[in-house]
């Protein structure tokens, strides 16, 4: 009867782990299936729950930086993106890596450029660096 006990908790570990994507809970899922089928030869809870939380924080501990390695970081995408190759008109004079100013879309930016751009002429968004945007002169 005690294998019920682990298969509930694998089921709500696994509905854990889904609802939260953070590679924490699904090293217990495993750990619990190995004590759900240990379970079926040794009738000692007290063993069976210590192989449970042992091998659950073994696991934990060895194979998430692992994994959290190959696995894809999420970079969180803003509207403001998409004013990635428009153009913008000079403010405020930029000198060679020195902070000026663009307006683009109707928004003022504070912008940098690996060279001098006086103020009215037309530049070509390049990037968004923090607050600041990477500009060059636009042709």
Request: glycine share 6%.
């Amino acid at each position: 009867m005690d294998w019920i006990f682990w298969l509930i908790l694998v089921i709500v570990l696994t509905i854990v782990e889904l609802a939260t994507v953070n590679l924490l809970s699904v090293w217990f899922v495993i750990s619990g299936i190995v004590a759900m089928i240990l379970s079926f030869f040794i009738d000692d809870v007290a063993i069976v729950s210590t192989v449970f939380a042992l091998l659950g924080i073994l696991l934990l501990f060895t194979t998430r930086p692992l994994l959290k390695k190959y696995l894809p970081t999420q970079r969180v995408r803003t509207n403001a993106d998409r004013i990635i190759g428009m153009c913008g008109v000079v403010t405020e004079e930029i000198k060679k890596n020195s902070v000026g100013e663009v307006k683009v879309d109707g928004k003022k930016w504070s912008a940098i450029s690996n060279s001098k751009i006086p103020v009215g002429s037309e530049v070509i968004i390049e990037a968004i660096d923090g607050v600041k945007v990477v500009v060059r002169k636009g042709e």
